[in-house]
């Protein structure tokens, strides 16, 4: 366990560091990282954790790199790229037992992980294959258990990750962080990357289970450290504002039977103020970033401004659903999905009234906006039911159930479509 637990921590930066020193092959400085881990494995058991672990694993890895090259044929090209350095602290110490000396706190470690964090999110990978290659080298987490996240099988996520670092290679994404313009279609892709992870164990897709909290936990993580690596980017503390805000609300969304609970009947008391305290800071310093920058806020700072306002109302009753429509009509102007609109109706509905919120969805479905997105007949149901139409209801709830992939949300609609025939047929 205590292996596990460093390698997790430190996998990152270990990855980092040594993509780079072997001239940016991803590849590569992972089978570097791996063989320093399987020799954490064989040595640490007896021997104790060192006292410097991400140290010790550096150190493993370096020298594995320089017995590489010595034997490749390019030994003396490459062995410019890795630099003296390598061979730190080799001289007659054993490789069993590697000192701190050739430690990760090297000044420039930090901007290894931001390279790390921008190759592996690179657009010109499909975002299944950004999502799962974030996960392994950013995350430290196996492909086995990336593929139980998603619930698909192994060998899927193993070809994901394999054809992300030949397309990598083939492509020849170097390994650094963009600068002027690219900077910020670059950075889009990485909290996108981020954001899907978030969802997919906020709301997941498939399956029985309505959140896979590790999920929502990893992408938590990859937000804070990529709000350090990049202090002065609005929209990375914009999105680390909205996971951590949305991230409080996970013990409540489901009951202790594995129900799905909907915000409206959510116990509060259970969400974590800790949560919404780092959320909130992070928010004011996207709004202040902004503000300085003379821009708009972003729309993950907008996202997380919706979050907030939602966070600050102690019941129902209480939240702020007018400011709530406006946020998403500034939303809807920087953004304009169909899912925001859809998300804006139902904050119109909220503050004007299901009236005016039906007119909004019916707008989506007359455009055929959204065909196979169960969401848009389940909102469709709600705002008929608050307006009294229980048959045309129930058809709505079944059809978005049919629709529903995941098990628990699909048990859900069925309730309410059976609870919208009882109405029906008690003229209610």
């Known amino acids: 366990m205590a292996v596990s637990a460093v390698w997790r921590i430190e996998a990152p930066r270990l990855i980092a560091g040594l993509t780079r020193l072997v001239g940016g092959d991803l ?47 390019t030994y003396a090209r490459k062995l410019q790229l890795i630099g003296r350095d390598l061979e730190s602290g080799g001289s007659g110490a054993s490789s069993a037992a590697p000192g701190p000396e050739a430690a990760l706190d090297e000044p420039d470690i930090e901007d290894d992980l931001l390279r790390l964090v921008f190759t592996a999110c690179h657009p010109v990978l499909p975002a299944p294959a950004r999502v799962a290659l974030t996960l392994k080298l950013l995350g430290g987490l196996t492909t086995a258990e990336i593929a ?12 994901r990750i394999v054809r992300a670092k030949r397309t990598l290679a083939e492509k020849k994404v170097p390994f650094e962080v963009p600068e002027g313009p690219e900077l910020a279609e670059r950075l889009a892709s990485v909290l996108e990357v981020i954001y899907l992870i978030f969802n997919e164990g906020y709301a997941a897709t498939a399956g029985n289970d309505w959140t896979r909290p590790a999920l929502c936990d990893e992408a938590v993580r ?16 914009g999105l680390a504002a909205l996971l951590e805000i949305q991230s409080s609300r996970l013990a409540s969304r489901t009951s202790a039977d594995g129900r799905v609970v909907l915000l409206s009947d959510q116990d509060r008391g259970r969400w974590n103020q800790l949560f919404i305290r780092r959320g909130f800071a992070a928010l004011a310093t996207a709004e202040s970033l902004s503000t300085a920058a003379g821009r708009p806020s972003g729309p993950y700072a907008l996202q997380a401004a919706i979050a907030a306002s939602h966070a600050r109302a102690l019941t129902p009753e209480e939240t702020d659903w007018p400011t709530i429509a406006r946020l998403y009509g500034a939303l809807a102007a920087l953004v304009p999905t169909p899912v925001v609109a ?61 629709l529903a992939t995941n098990a628990a949300e699909r048990a859900l609609l069925n309730q309410r479509a059976a609870t919208a025939g009882r109405s029906r047929s008690t003229g209610r």
């Open 27 to 73: 590849g590569l400085a992972e089978d570097l990282a791996q063989d320093a881990l399987v020799a954490a494995l064989e040595q640490w058991p007896a021997d104790g954790v060192p006292r410097n672990p991400g140290a010790w694993l550096m150190t493993v890895a370096r020298r594995r790199a320089v017995d590489l090259i010595r034997r490749d044929q």
């Open 148 to 159: 139980r996240a998603y619930l698909v099988p192994e060998p899927t996520i193993a070809q």
């Open 222 to 237: 990859l937000a804070r450290v990529l709000s350090t690596l990049m202090p002065r980017e609005p929209e990375v503390h």
């Open 342 to 402: 859809l998300n804006r109706a139902v904050a119109v509905a909220m503050a004007e009234g299901p009236a005016a919120g039906l007119s909004l969805v019916d707008q989506l479905v007359a455009a055929d906006a959204l065909p196979n997105y169960h969401l848009l007949p389940a909102v469709r149901a709600d705002l008929l039911t608050r307006l009294g139409r229980h048959a045309e209801a129930e058809a709505e709830f079944a059809r978005a159930a049919e």
